[in-house]
């Protein structure tokens, strides 16, 4: 019996400008274009393995070790019943390629970071099941034309198929055949962008995304401003500031993009709450930082969750970090990208610095909700790996036995 597997990984999307909002649900067509940063594999991952083999009659998902049921997964059936009409296309034209579309997929995937709470791990799934299958049926499709199918499963998955700084065209067409990602500019363009990710909560979301969407899309009164008038300007001077790399620009918009999209969540009726206190005491903390230096230093966005992501360039990290540390020193993550004495010359460096200039007390207790720092930075695209999920004798995760 011969097993045929695939692996690979796919990165998580963080957007700068906000998809908030869905004309067609059915095709996960937005109302808006957006805009995201791409962060490195190596702190935020989809690690997927796909396997089909006569045996393999039924499709088949394992999440985190889990088995789903995924009878009445629409959005994952509409992308396995995509992949598979362009494999049919293949086996069309070339009589001799094993009739890989008719079989079963036993599909293994794994997060290393917390599924549903806030942290795009829907994007980074659904991007690595498309590549993987993609790559499993040796299919000849651009990314962006792959980006196409993984908007089915998960609107901003899209993007997930992309790496360094992409855009996400909302489209006009029915059909959704022009909605897809483009790459604005690669890693390689602007690898100083650096990432912070403070963690405030871990739990799946009370309100998922989108259900959240249909309610603003129907009762928030500010919703059509966003769409119509202030994201189409931001898109345009956001994809601006990346290609000539203006950090203030591009921190600025996306500082006022996240209170904006945040704004048409509370005016939503009954309103959403995504962010929470912590959230807000973060928000203050960021203007606080940048006001100190008289420069925009940073910029904070916040996704349909509590969690807070922070823009900053390398130049920077010093003056960033005397602060962030300081407040957020006893969180896990840190000694996974800083020596001891690094972090000694942040906590050394506002002591000295700043907290004698600063002319109002922070109470570090508001920051305690806080559980977990991730640092990471502007990253690829989905990546192959030799590395399996999959027993290659049986076709199953290795986990079963």
Request: proline share 4%.
């Amino acid at each position: 019996m011969t097993i045929y597997i695939a692996n690979s990984t796919a990165p998580v999307n963080i957007a700068t400008l906000k998809y908030w909002g869905k004309r067609d649900v059915e095709l996960n067509l937005p109302t808006n274009s957006s805009i995201s940063v791409t962060l490195d594999q190596e702190d935020l991952k989809t690690f997927t393995s796909v396997a089909t083999s006569k045996d393999i009659v039924d499709d088949s998902l394992w999440l985190n070790g889990e088995k789903q049921a995924i009878e009445n997964n629409k959005r994952l059936r509409n992308c396995l019943i995509d992949l598979r009409l362009q494999r049919r296309a293949l086996e069309d034209n070339d009589s001799t390629l094993p009739k890989l579309s008719t079989l079963g997929l036993n599909i293994v995937s794994e997060n290393n970071f917390p599924t549903a709470a806030g942290l795009a791990s829907s994007a980074s799934g659904f991007a690595a099941l498309v590549y993987t299958i993609a790559k499993l049926y040796q299919l000849k499709i651009s990314s962006s034309d792959l980006s196409l199918i993984a908007r089915k499963g998960s609107g901003s998955a899209c993007r997930s198929l992309l790496g360094g700084f992409v855009a996400w065209d909302m489209g006009n067409l029915e059909d959704g055949s022009d909605s897809k990602a483009f790459e604005i500019a690669s890693k390689e363009h602007w690898p100083e962008m650096k990432a912070a990710i403070l963690v405030v909560s871990d739990l799946k979301k009370d309100i998922p995304s989108t259900s959240g969407m249909q309610l603003t899309v129907k009762t928030s009164t500010l919703f059509k401003e966003r769409i119509d008038s202030i994201v189409p300007d931001r898109f345009k001077k956001m994809q601006t500031a990346i290609c000539s790399k203006d950090f203030e620009t591009f921190a600025n918009l996306t500082m006022m993009d996240s209170n904006s999209f945040h704004a048409v969540c509370l005016d939503s009726f009954p309103p959403i709450f995504y962010l929470t206190d912590t959230s807000k005491m973060i928000i203050k903390l960021i203007h606080l930082i940048n006001e100190f230096y008289n420069e925009t230093i940073v910029a904070y966005t916040f996704d349909a969750g509590p969690n807070a992501v922070l823009y900053y360039l390398e130049k920077n990290e010093v003056k960033l970090m005397s602060f962030i540390y300081t407040f957020f020193s006893a969180l896990p993550g840190w000694d996974e990208k800083f020596g001891k004495d690094q972090l000694l010359h942040f906590t050394s460096n506002y002591s000295e610095n700043i907290k004698p200039r600063l002319s109002i007390n922070i109470d570090s207790k508001l920051f305690e909700n806080v559980r977990k720092v991730i640092l990471t930075r502007v990253g690829p695209g989905p990546q192959d790996t030799n590395e399996t999920l999959i027993d290659d004798k049986t076709g199953y995760p290795k986990s079963i036995k």
